[in-house]
């Protein structure tokens, strides 16, 4: 898992005046609006005994503990606790890691790392939300497998005949034409020609009559750290699947999707889009849950890859550079999951790089990385 870059934890408008829990890179998190309907991002885990602040109240900009009733700002800051006469003052140590947010494509988007605003990696573009001539849906689904396993499968055009032959695979043509990657510090994205199936239901209604071509554009694109667009060319239009694969811990993932058409643009259709979106991501979740080793190698050889799994080449090469900067997130950081554990990490937000001095006070240490935390491998 990577740290320090923007995730979209959450659709927009699921979050208001209630505290909501969202979880990613095995941490949990506290969202909320303020006052002024500004999203916060507070570490879920109060200082004084770790209870959860999404399980407590906000008022005004403040969240308070279901414990013991500390209240903590906007800020992560905490300015009361109730136990204690008001003339004592609050410990310096006394406050959580508040993580910078924004809002863009409908979705809550959370920095999970301590880098300062001029260095954050880009959120990836996504023309279509402001496109008039699309619509957009949103979809989710929880995958009980690594989400660098659903990533990679989303990138992944070979198994589209085998794994969606009754979708929009075609399992008579299963060859992929070699394909040239363009590739950015953040990105990878490549044009791939598939053989589509005849389309069925509703939107063979619309097809009907068109010939049917021999192969379809389609294109496959990551950008880090976990999103994935699928841009199919149908006959009938445009569809493009955004796909978010939120690590909820090592072997969880919530897939959140943002699909845009612009075909059957009515509201009427949004149904028969997301029982797509859906039968597409059942027909993947039983291979990847299956697929061991449960997390990624971190060496490259450690796998067999062919010339069609090229996206995926360059995405593990990528993470490779990011390992050796300091960014992997795992092992011991990951507090999420069964395990009963005596210590307890989080992520390191930018106060703490802003007073180093804090940074050692806060009773959540920060794990700033270096070297991958996985007892169970080492990267290249
Ligand atoms: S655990 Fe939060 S106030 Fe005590
Ligand atoms: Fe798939």
Known sequence: MLKNFWYAVEFSGRVGREPRKVTCLG?????????????????????????????????????????????????????????????????????????PTLERYGMVWAFLGDL????????????????????????????DANYERTFENVVDASHTPFVHGTAFGNPDKPEIPDFRVQQTDWSAEADIELSPPPPKGLWGLLFRGKPRPEYVTVTNAWYLPNIVKLHVRLPIGDLLLYDFNIPLSQDRTLVKI???????????????????????????????????????????????????????????????????????????????????????????????????????????????????????????
């Open 27 to 99: 941490q949990d998190f506290v969202l909320y609006r303020t006052a002024s309907g500004a999203v916060t991002c507070l570490s879920d885990l109060c200082v004084h005994r770790g209870g959860a602040l999404s399980m407590g109240k906000v008022n005004g900009d403040c969240i308070t503990c279901p414990y013991h009733g500390w209240q903590y700002d906007a800020d992560g800051v905490c300015v009361r606790i109730p136990a204690n006469s008001p003339e004592r003052s609050i410990p310096r140590k006394a406050r959580v890691d508040a993580y």
């Open 116 to 143: 300062p605003e001029a260095e954050r990696p880009p959120i990836p573009e996504i023309p279509e939300w402001d496109d008039p001539a699309f619509r957009a849906v949103e979809y989710e689904m929880v995958v």
């Open 258 to 380: 943002l699909g845009f058409r612009n075909f059957f643009t009515g509201g009427w259709a949004d149904a028969n889009t997301r029982k797509r979106i859906e039968k597409i991501l059942l027909q993947d979740r039983p291979v990847v849950e299956s697929q061991r080793p449960e997390l990624l190698p971190f060496d490259l050889s450690d796998e067999l890859h062919v010339r069609s799994d090229a996206l995926q080449v360059a995405y593990r090469r990528r993470r490779t550079q990011l390992i050796k900067q300091g960014w992997w997130v795992g092992g011991d950081d990951v507090i999420t999951g069964d395990a009963p554990r005596r210590t307890a990490t989080v992520i390191a937000s930018p106060a703490r790089r802003d007073n180093p001095e804090l940074a050692s006070a806060w009773v959540h240490k920060a794990r700033n990385g270096g070297q991958p935390h996985d007892p169970a491998g080492s990267a290249q």
